[in-house]
Nanobody
């Protein structure tokens, strides 16, 4: 089994900052990619940012220059630093992990439970 523990969401004013974290634990042999997605009411879930074990990082165009994804491999943790937040960033943010199971030595992916980010004055 795998657990993803997300934290850091909340209410912030426009222009403010938040830092999300997601720690993965459980039957994990290795992690190939970690990332953040978000889903606003009435909209589809979309990629915000992702990072691979090889160091490839992707950002949605809407967050480039404002959000930074980083990863602590020793802790199996991914972070999302969000600056200059806008009301349109309001959404539930989900952590996503691609990993190889230590039990079955096969690749799986897993989603966190989501954390609410609300940007409002």
């Amino acid at each position: 089994q795998v657990q993803l523990v997300e934290s850091g969401g909340g209410l912030v004013q426009p222009g403010g900052s938040l830092r999300l974290s997601c720690a993965a634990s459980g039957s994990i042999f290795s992690i190939s990619a970690m990332g953040w997605y978000r889903q606003a009411p009435g909209k589809q879930r979309e990629l915000v940012a992702s990072t691979t074990s090889g160091g490839i990082i992707n950002y949605a165009d809407s967050v480039k220059g404002r959000f930074t994804i980083s990863r602590d491999n020793a802790k199996n943790t991914v972070y999302l630093q969000m600056n200059s937040l806008k009301p349109e960033d309001t959404a539930v943010y989900y952590c996503h992990v691609d990993f190889v199971s230590s039990t079955f030595r096969r690749e799986y992916d897993y989603w966190g439970q989501g954390t609410q980010v609300t940007v409002s004055s």
